[in-house]
């Protein structure tokens, strides 16, 4: 028992070590960790004056018009005296939420449906795969942008589901064609041979085999989340009840702001772009781990 | 092959048939009468009548469903609710705007980021390879309306260089200039969005193009190129990049799908009169046959898209057979 441990052990420092070999990875992570913080300190920051700094209902009565930065407002304010830096934190919250979500979900309805149209193959596998690839050939954001403007009001749980949805036919090819070549290993064959059941084989014998390429895809779908709701948002379909970055954008370029306030401007694209950066960076760095084909020679 | 082209013509009508009526019936959930937009306080019951009727708006829902469907297969997309043309007209119209742009950027990006992920997995892990790699990613990543503001603040606003957005200065073209003029203005608008295109979609071509080359060049058809003794430079241009190339194709027509989403934000940002901006500014107003007409064609567009990426790479690689 306490050899497997040392093994397990070993292997995790093996995986350390590349991860920090790997540029990549390290830029990705730090920027990553800098938006983490943002997030939590968003809370923070709003409970000091809750009534100026509330990113929603909060408003400085003794600003008029958008002023640039201040002690106060580190980053200004928007036309209406909200504060602009705690709309920024607030969007980082967003995102964050809205992009691993999203990645959660479709992955694991990626990895369901590639492990069984692999898995059990013939007429699942032609369905589910003949569905993926219709939904891989919609175009998605024109498709978001209909059905918003379909529901009216847009809320950020429906463009979750979208998103969700749309995503996952990427990651079930992968999983799938991971799954049908583990399918013909012997030791699936030898629990398939001692009457294991296939709900068991699936979730105990393929799944966790296939999972850290799934995690690879997890990364570049986070990536994908962010700049589809960050768009979506900008052109006026986001949710009207929350505060994201890419609302912020729209807000500054509605309003006619774009030229006059860099202030206002710069943070929110720069903020949704290195974000989006920072999950490619690492799924670049993980794939280099993973896929043998790349190492360096 | 034969056999197979058919096969992937009947799987593109389907998918496309499937998406038609997806459409629709979310059209016809719509918690808002459609035709309110339309009908102002101010007309009288009979005019309201009179558009009603002429939009067919009354029919119970499966006649309006099999009306779309003969519609769609005469090419009639109706009449925008908004500026009462022909959408199918106004759709013309844009989509070959933003071909114009569209296809423009996605070859000038193709060529790049070929050859720069051509060079770079041939120096792999050097400074130069983690450089373009990072800087390739950056712009693929970055918000594109953001970019495109950054842009024009930078080069229309403070520099005063290019035009602050749409496709022709209306006041020169009012006094009936030359074709060379026209094709200069054009250009002239064109730049700008053009560049913001290419900046962000470079980095993905490169990103393929050397995880191609650097599986390819692991191919023992590359170490008997060695053996032989040929000159590196034809072990990459001739060997190497060729075969490498292969995937390159489908991604290049792939991509045609996710620059349509792109498209939306670009020719939002420069105002360009093109498919995706005619797609948000008629989902604003609501003018739904208009919104129809525009999804229907992008994914056709799409569709097809697909299928010439399907067909050339058969054609390409002579180890696929179907």
């Known amino acids: 028992m306490k050899k497997i441990e040392n093994k397990k052990a070993s292997q995790i420092r093996q995986i350390w070590a590349l991860v920090r070999k790997s540029t990549f990875i390290k830029l990705g992570v730090s920027i990553m960790i800098l938006f983490g913080i943002m997030a939590v300190f968003s ?44 709309q920024l934190l607030r969007g980082s919250q967003v995102a964050f939420m809205l992009g691993m979500m999203v990645s959660v979900f479709s992955t694991i309805i990626g990895a369901a449906i590639g492990l069984i149209a692999g898995y059990y193959g013939k007429i699942w596998d032609t ?29 950020n749980w429906i463009i979750l589901l979208i998103l969700s949805l749309t995503f996952w036919p990427i990651i079930s090819r992968v999983i799938r064609a991971q799954t049908l070549s583990l399918r ?71 309003k006619g702001y774009v030229f006059k306030a860099p ?7 720069l903020c949704i772009s290195l974000l989006a950066f920072s999950f490619y960076l690492i799924g670049v760095g993980l794939e280099e781990m993973v896929n043998p084909r790349l190492k360096k020679r | 092959m034969g056999k197979y082209i058919i096969g992937r013509i009947i799987q593109i009508i389907i998918t496309f048939f499937i998406v038609m009526s997806i459409i629709f019936l979310l059209f016809r959930i719509i918690p808002s009468d459609p035709s309110s937009f339309l009908l102002t306080p101010s007309m009288t019951a009979e005019a309201k009548e009179t558009i009603r009727k002429q939009f067919g708006l009354d029919e119970p829902i ?58 770079i997995a041939w120096k792999r892990g050097s400074k130069t390879e983690k450089f373009f790699v990072i ?41 009936d200039p030359s074709l060379m003029e026209k094709i200069c203005d054009m250009g002239y608008h064109l730049i700008l969005p053009l560049v913001t295109y290419v900046l962000l979609w470079f980095g993905g071509y490169m990103l393929l193009m050397r995880n191609s080359m650097l599986e390819t060049l692991k191919e023992d058809y590359i170490v008997t190129a060695r053996a032989k003794g040929l000159k590196e430079k034809v072990i990459k241009n001739k060997h190497a990049a060729r075969n490498a190339m292969l995937p390159i194709v ?36 609501q003018d739904y046959p208009l919104v129809q007409g525009a999804f229907a064609v992008i994914t056709l567009v799409v569709l097809l898209a697909n299928f010439v990426a399907d067909i050339a790479y058969a054609y390409l690689d002579p180890r696929i057979s179907y």
Not at chain 1, 263 to 269: A, E, F, K, Q, S
Not at chain 2, 68 to 78: A, C, D, E
Not at chain 2, 258 to 272: D, K, N, Q, R
């Open chain 1, 43 to 86: 809370p923070i920051w709003i409970h000091i004056n809750p009534e100026v700094y509330d990113p929603i209902i909060g408003a400085d009565p003794n600003v008029h018009g958008s002023v640039g930065p201040s002690l106060q407002h580190p980053l200004g304010t928007d036309d209406i005296g909200k504060d602009l830096f705690s």
């Open chain 1, 127 to 155: 369905l589910l795969m003949r569905l993926a690839d219709i939904i891989l050939t919609l175009p998605r954001l024109p498709l978001l942008i209909v059905i918003s403007g379909i529901f009216g009001t847009q809320s």
């Open chain 1, 184 to 254: 013909e290993r012997p030791f699936i064959e030898s629990a398939r041979v001692s009457g294991v059941g296939n709900t068991r084989i699936i979730v105990k014998h393929l799944a966790p085999n296939v999972l850290p390429i799934a995690f690879y895809y997890l990364t570049v779908t986070v990536t994908g989340a962010i700049l589809v709701e960050a768009g979506l948002s900008f052109l006026g379909f986001g949710d009207p009840s929350n505060m994201s970055w890419g609302m912020m954008l729209q807000w500054c370029f509605v």
């Open chain 1, 263 to 269: 202030y206002w401007m710069i943070p929110p694209g």
């Open chain 2, 62 to 119: 499966a006649v309006q469903y099999f009306i779309y469907l003969k519609n769609f297969v005469h090419g009639n997309f109706g009449t925008s609710f908004y500026s009462g043309r022909p959408v199918m007209s106004i759709i013309m119209e844009r989509m070959l705007n933003s071909i114009l742009l569209i296809t423009t950027a996605v070859i000038i990006a193709y060529i790049i980021g070929v050859s720069i992920g051509k060079a």
């Open chain 2, 135 to 175: 800087l390739g990613l950056w712009f693929y990543t970055t918000f594109t309306p953001w970019l495109g503001i950054m842009f024009l603040w930078i080069f229309s606003f403070k520099l005063k260089l290019f035009p602050l957005g749409g496709m022709i200065t209306p006041e020169k073209w009012i006094l």
């Open chain 2, 250 to 285: 489908t991604a290049f027509a792939i991509s045609v799908s996710f620059s349509i989403g792109g498209a939306v934000l670009i020719e939002t940002i420069f105002s360009w009169p093109g498919i995706g901006r005619t797609i948000v500014e008629a989902t604003l107003r």
